[in-house]
């Protein structure tokens, strides 16, 4: 799996976008981006992935550059309870013991009133 | 609504003592994990299972058990084999391994020792 950067805490003031970056400058063709949460005591969430488009869901939208060697991750109206630990992963599909899920350290994002 | 359950919230374990952690899915999910997240650590995999009826070791098995009886659950047993079972114990489904599908988490277990 390719190896991911990102800023270790950001903050942002509820009702902002926060916008969350990820580089991955070693991504293969076959790799995914997947951004997780975890809030303090909980299970990690899973929030989104995409390949090479942009994607949207009920929770946020991923951008990925057109050379797939970075995103961002796109909260539109951030609120305290998205305060959490954010985790950018790249992988492909894998079988066995590689198909566990490794999470780096993550940007911690503080959102304040 | 769709999801992973996972109970106690909370576990104590007495020395000698084996316990059972519960996961059940009902996202119709094949493959389920096992995973321990120390304090200001990462996730470390203990076991997964592919499919019903089948699990293998992940990195950390020593101490532990499980079960694939039926596809929506699969429980953790951890022996008192298990010396340092002091963590917060995350069960994780996915629609199959190989795939680009994401894997999806409970919201955990903690164990701790009496």
């Known amino acids: 799996d390719a190896k991911t950067t990102q800023p270790p805490s950001m903050d942002c003031a509820e009702g902002r976008a926060a916008n969350l970056p990820c580089n991955h400058s070693?991504?293969?063709?076959?790799?995914?981006v997947y951004w997780y949460r975890q809030i303090h005591s909980q299970g990690p969430q899973y929030i989104i992935h995409?390949?090479?488009n942009n994607e949207t869901n009920e929770m946020a939208s991923l951008i990925i550059t057109e050379d797939r060697k970075s995103s961002t991750l796109i909260l539109p109206h951030a609120t305290l309870r998205d305060t959490a630990v954010y985790y950018c992963i790249v992988r492909g599909g894998h079988t066995g013991t590689a198909s566990k899920l490794t999470f780096g350290t993550g940007t911690r994002l503080q959102v304040t009133l | 609504d769709g999801g992973i359950t996972q109970s106690p919230k909370y576990l104590f374990r007495k020395e000698g003592q084996n316990v059972t952690l519960s996961c059940e899915q009902n996202l119709n999910h094949d493959a389920m994990y096992w995973y321990r997240q120390d304090p200001g650590q990462g996730l470390r995999l203990i076991y997964y299972?592919?499919?019903?009826?089948?699990?293998q070791k992940g990195d950390i098995a020593e101490g532990y058990s499980v079960s694939r009886e039926k596809k929506e659950s699969f429980p953790l047993t951890v022996t008192s084999a298990q010396k340092n079972p002091t963590a917060f114990y995350l069960c994780?489904?996915?629609?199959?391994?190989?795939?680009?599908?994401?894997?999806?988490f409970g919201d955990g277990t903690r164990l701790s020792i009496l």
């Open positions: 070693t991504i293969s063709g076959n790799e995914y």
């Open positions: 994780a489904s996915s629609m199959r391994q190989g795939s680009n599908q994401p894997q999806h």
């Open positions: 299972s592919q499919i019903v009826n089948d699990f």
């Open positions: 995409g390949l090479k």
